[in-house]
């Protein structure tokens, strides 16, 4: 099974930009769904921005316009440009995958955090 490691959290003053990175250990050429989803202390985790296979983005409706995920199949890692950074966004950011005929997988997590 695909193992993924995030990268590239850390802390950032409101306004400020992060790039995180999914590296997988095998290929992302076949996975159908990619995402990138987030838990804040005391919530649930929720969906941020997902890709599918042929590249189709969606986002939330609280990241819409200032983050963007991609996906680049030859170095199999996914990015999420995180822009104009708010507080809220705080939270530690996994990513996600799903290949046909098996289980999701998941990283271990990235903690990002918004604070001046």
């Known amino acids: 099974q695909v193992q993924l ?8 003053q409101p306004g400020g930009s992060l790039r995180l990175s999914c590296a997988a250990s095998g290929s992302i050429f076949d996975a ?3 995402g990138w989803y987030r838990q804040a ?6 969906s941020v921005a997902t890709i599918t296979g042929n590249n189709s983005p969606y986002y939330d ?3 819409n316009g200032r983050f963007t995920i ?5 170095k199999n890692t996914m990015y999420l440009q995180m ?6 966004d705080t939270a530690i950011y996994y990513c996600y995958a799903q290949y046909t005929g098996a289980a999701g997988t998941w ?8 604070s001046s």
Do not use: H, W
């Open 70 to 74: 991609s996906r680049d199949n030859a």
């Open 83 to 88: 822009n104009s950074l708010k507080p809220e």
């Open 41 to 46: 202390p005391g919530k649930q985790r929720e």
């Open 61 to 63: 409706n609280s990241v």
């Open 107 to 114: 990283g271990q997590g990235t903690q990002v955090t918004v």
């Open 32 to 34: 159908v769904f990619m």
């Open 5 to 12: 490691v995030e990268s590239g959290g850390g802390l950032v």
